[in-house]
Structures are given as C-alpha cells and as structure tokens.
C-alpha cells in the first residue's frame, strides 16, 4: 500500500464518515497542511512546528477492516510521515496515545516510550529505521 498526501477535497469526507462512530468531528481547517492516506483504509498527518520537532497526530482507519488490511494501512501511513518529517527536516518526532496497541506499533517503527499516563512517543529522525 502506498499512502498518497491527504487532499481535504477529496479525502475529509472519509475522516468523517471513520470517525462518526465516535461522534467526533473536525472542520477541514483543523487539519494541518501535511497529511497521508491510504484511500477507503487509513489517514494521517504530520503537524508541524518552528522547532526541531514535529508531531504525529491523527491516525484513522476506516472500520470493518480485517486486521491485517488495517495493520498494513496504518503502517503505510506512519511510514509515510515519518519520512517526510525526515525530508522536511524534523530531528524529532512526537507521538502520544492512551492504547498500548499504538505504543506497541510505535516501538516496532523504533519509538522510544518517555513517559506514563498518556504513552507519549518519541523517534530520533537523525538515525536510522530499526
């Protein structure tokens, strides 16, 4: 799967027909300017800052998807930004999440766990994927 970069025209209606399970909305303007999808499976996006470091934020996968299509998807998708958190520059990049599946994908993609409570996610852009 290859994620292709997120068009608001194009794709928002997906994100909000994925989150409706959850009664959540987001305006289209709330969304930062980089962002991925994986059409009809998964989105995420890269929220940049005036730092070295950058976040990502705001992963969705469409439901019904068996397991391995999701897993897939989503991976595409964090590879994805992650790589152009790199091509742009960023040293850092933050994650954070309340499920351990999320924190267990983030350690394989060779995030490191800083703190508890929330998992809050770290990846050093300046060396290597593990």
Do not use: C
């Not at 962002?35 to 019904?64: C, M, N």
């Amino acid at each position: 799967m290859k994620p292709i970069p997120f068009d608001p025209k194009l794709h928002h209606g997906l994100l909000e027909l994925w989150r409706k399970p959850w009664d959540e909305t987001m305006t289209p303007d709330a969304l930062p300017q980089t962002g991925f999808v994986v059409p009809d499976k998964a989105a995420g996006f890269l929220y940049r800052t005036d730092s070295s470091v950058a976040l990502i934020e705001g992963i969705i996968a469409a439901p019904g998807l068996s397991k391995e299509v999701r897993n897939e998807a989503v991976n595409a998708i964090v590879a994805a930004i992650r790589d152009e958190a790199r091509r742009l520059g960023f040293k850092l990049l933050l994650g954070y999440s309340q499920l351990d599946v999320i924190m267990e994908r983030a350690k394989r993609f060779g995030f490191i766990h800083v703190g508890p409570g929330f998992h809050m996610v770290a990846l050093d852009l300046t060396k290597p994927d593990p």
